[in-house]
Antibody, heavy 121, light 111 residues
Framework: QLQLQESGPGLVKPSETLSLTCNVS??????????WGWIRQPPGKGLEWIGQ???????FYNPSLKSRVALSIDTSTNQFSLKLKSVTAADTAVYYC?????????????WGQGTLVIVSS | QSALTQPPSASGSLGQSVTISCTGT?????????VSWYHQQPGKAPKLIIY???KRPSGVPDRFSASTSGITASLTVSGLLTEDEGNFYC???????????FGGGTKLSVL
């Protein structure tokens, strides 16, 4: 079954850019049936949708994060990435990448295990 | 983008049933059939248990059922097991601008 795995630094300094990559294995990222998304969860809190991207690079963002977020996708390496700039302590969270089934299902059916990113000097 | 409203906690005894509500607006739950529910056990990633308001993915037991009425979605867990403990999150498609919105989560305790 398709699997997702997040990778990236676990510690980022305030005001810098958080960068994470999600590697997709046992399946192609180049599919018209799915979006590839990012969701985060601050410690002890709920889920927050960050955004998601189609294989064509069309992306949708959470309006509250849109000015700081950029998603990208690389179909040659079967990976997609998240960049969040000007981070603060409020961006400390477990970051999940996930597959979103579009066109009639509209849900995240597969998730990575998540990676904790701490924003601290 | 406001979160969907869920009660922070719910509880039920082993073998009993519990229902969790999720209230949105006419721009999300009230506007489409794309409500989903996720179960997150401690230390794990969320798992999809309901999509398109009431459908269950393969492998999800029929102890989990859901429905929607107006701007409120509901999840019922029947025959409670200790493994049902954890947090439950609702989610809805919220249009082209907001796309995906989550509820604040409900922590379920099985007594």
């Amino acid at each position: 079954q398709l699997q997702l795995q997040e990778s990236g630094p676990g510690l980022v300094k305030p005001s810098e850019t958080l960068s994470l990559t999600c590697n997709v294995s046992y399946g192609s990222i180049r599919s018209s049936d799915y979006f590839w998304g990012w969701i985060r969860q601050p410690p002890g809190k709920g889920l927050e949708w960050i955004g998601q991207i189609f294989y064509s690079a069309t992306a949708f963002y959470n309006p509250s994060l849109k000015s700081r977020v950029a998603l990208s996708i690389d179909t040659s390496t079967n990976q997609f990435s998240l960049k969040l700039k000007s981070v603060t302590a409020a961006d400390t969270a477990v970051y999940y990448c996930a597959r979103y089934i579009r066109a009639g299902t509209d849900a995240f059916d597969l998730w990575g295990q998540g990676t904790l990113v701490i924003v601290s000097s | 983008q406001s979160a969907l409203t869920q009660p922070p906690s719910a509880s039920g005894s082993l073998g009993q049933s519990v229902t969790i509500s999720c209230t949105g607006t006419s721009n999300d739950i009230g506007d489409n059939n794309f409500v989903s529910w996720y179960h997150q056990q401690p230390g794990k990633a969320p798992k999809l248990i309901i999509y398109e308001t009431f459908k269950r993915p393969s492998g999800v037991p029929d102890r989990f059922s859901a429905s929607t009425s107006g701007i409120t979605a509901s999840l019922t867990v029947s025959g409670l097991l200790t493994e049902d403990e954890g947090n439950f999150y609702c989610s809805s498609y919220a249009g082209a601008d907001n796309f995906v919105i989550f509820g604040g989560g409900t922590k379920l305790s099985v007594l």
